[in-house]
């Protein structure tokens, strides 16, 4: 009487001579000694075909989420120092750029456009800005870099560097001071530490 083994092992050469009008080598039967193209026809597999590799799955795990979830963060630890936005109840207050008082809106406008430094290249969005400055209750560069780019990936945008998220805060900083100078606060928020500077203030 066959043991189960011998009876997958004859079944097995019985549909392999059904496939293939020819048999192997009885001692080539055990999957481990067939050929890749013989055991591609034991499972109906076309010959040329190769099984992934364990690389290959763990690839195309990572894509599967990627694809299924664009809103994941990449983790990252915020080394950065961090400040709080004391603009935060301010700009929520405004509710949308459109909404803030005209005066006001010019002025924020143009801080935004204007460069950081003389010589810099760097375009800062005013809608952008005005929206970190309503979300974000603290600012942070790594945080505020994965922050952004959430959103960015979900509308096919290129990813925000650590190096453009130090630029925004800074930017922001400034926005913050002559908030203040002005007093244009809308609420007695905490002062600002406005002797932070991102680009050097990193662990």
């Known amino acids: 009487m066959l043991n189960d083994l011998e009876l997958k092992e004859l079944l097995r050469y019985s549909r392999y001579v059904t ?8 001692d080539r039967l ?3 000694q067939l050929t890749q193209a013989e055991q591609n026809t034991l499972h109906d ?3 040329e075909y190769t099984p992934p590799t364990y690389q290959d ?4 795990v990572a894509d599967v989420l990627t694809d299924v979830a664009p809103h994941k963060a990449t983790p990252a630890m915020s080394k950065g120092k961090t400040m709080n936005n004391i603009l935060y109840d301010t700009f929520n207050a405004y509710g949308s750029l459109q909404e803030m008082p005209a005066t006001e809106q010019d002025f924020f ?10 010589g810099d290249n760097t375009h800062f969005s ?22 952004m780019n959430i959103k960015r990936r979900i509308r096919g945008y290129r ?10 805060i800074k930017k922001i900083v400034n926005i913050m001071q002559a908030w203040e100078l002005r007093g ?7 002062p600002a530490d406005l002797s932070y500077d991102p680009y050097t203030e990193i662990a």
Request: charged share 25%.
């Open 159 to 168: 990813d925000c560097d650590l190096s453009m998220a130090r630029k925004i």
């Open 184 to 190: 244009l606060l809308k609420c007695n928020a905490e």
């Open 19 to 26: 496939l293939n009008q020819s048999e192997p080598s009885p």
């Open 57 to 60: 799955v763990v690839q195309a």
């Open 126 to 147: 005013a809608e952008q800005i005005f929206m970190i400055l309503k979300a974000k209750k603290t600012l942070n560069p790594e945080d505020l870099m994965n922050w």
């Open 30 to 32: 055990a999957v481990n």
């Open 109 to 118: 406008v143009g801080m935004c456009r204007n460069p950081l430094t003389d």
């Open 45 to 47: 597999l076309p010959e």
